[in-house]
């Protein structure tokens, strides 16, 4: 095993191959390693490896693409560069499909934006159950207390019953995380 190899073996780091094509392969990095220094201490040992001639990573979707120079063995021999590294091809959605991941990630996201916009006052956690609550005063005031369609009492408990699961972790911090 090479010297730059070994130097970059660390804990392992969960893949899964996208796509692989002649010269070409595409890994999606699990969201936990997509760390900038993690993702670049990979496309430096994947550099050094004498049948990779280019790779390339995007940092947003976690992904890296290698360029092979497709020769007998070369693709097996790029996989086993990555296994010493402490690549481990597997399902990385983590139980979830790549759409309920990425719907997950996309709310995530989102609630960060609204986070730093409103310079922290306000997030997903409250506007949620702020917006249920509206609809369900509106309802109430507009509707009366008719049950042919969603009564004020349900889209109150809804705006409750979202709040405290949103709200309560047993401590003061916001759960928000910029990056």
Same mark, same amino acid.
């Given at each position: 095993?090479?010297?730059?190899?070994?130097?970059?073996?660390? =804990?392992?780091?969960?893949?899964?191959? @996208? /796509? *692989? #094509?002649?010269?070409? %392969?595409?890994? $999606? !990095?699990?969201?936990?390693?997509?760390?900038?220094?993690?993702?670049?201490?990979?496309?430096?040992?994947?550099?050094?490896?004498?049948?990779?001639?280019?790779?390339?990573?995007?940092?947003?979707?976690?992904?890296?693409?290698?360029?092979?120079?497709?020769?007998?063995?070369?693709?097996?021999?790029?996989?086993?560069?990555?296994?010493?590294?402490?690549?481990?091809?597997?399902?990385?959605?983590?139980? =979830?499909?790549?759409?309920?991941?990425? @719907? /997950? *990630? #996309?709310?995530?996201? %989102?609630?960060? $934006? !609204?986070?730093?916009?409103?310079?922290?006052?306000?997030?997903?956690?409250?506007?949620?159950?702020?917006?249920?609550?509206?609809?369900?005063?509106?309802?109430?005031?507009?509707?009366?207390?008719?049950?042919?369609?969603?009564?004020?009492?349900?889209?109150?408990?809804?705006?409750?019953?979202?709040?405290?699961?949103?709200?309560?972790?047993?401590?003061?911090?916001?759960?928000?995380?910029?990056?």
């Amino acid at each position: 095993m090479s010297e730059a190899i070994e130097k970059t073996r660390s =804990k392992p780091i969960f893949t899964k191959v @996208v /796509s *692989n #094509t002649p010269k070409r %392969l595409r890994l $999606r !990095v699990a969201p936990p390693h997509r760390q900038a220094e993690e993702m670049q201490r990979l496309a430096k040992a994947l550099k050094a490896h004498p049948n990779v001639s280019n790779v390339r990573m995007n940092m947003d979707q976690g992904s890296i693409t290698i360029h092979h120079d497709g020769s007998d063995g070369s693709l097996e021999n790029v996989l086993g560069t990555l296994r010493d590294i402490g690549i481990i091809f597997a399902d990385i959605a983590g139980g =979830k499909s790549e759409a309920a991941a990425g @719907v /997950s *990630n #996309t709310v995530v996201d %989102l609630n960060k $934006r !609204v986070h730093k916009a409103t310079n922290g006052a306000v997030d997903l956690r409250m506007l949620f159950p702020l917006g249920l609550a509206t609809l369900s005063i509106r309802q109430l005031l507009t509707k009366g207390l008719q049950l042919e369609f969603i009564p004020w009492y349900v889209l109150a408990w809804y705006a409750f019953d979202s709040f405290i699961k949103l709200n309560v972790n047993g401590t003061s911090q916001p759960r928000c995380t910029e990056e």
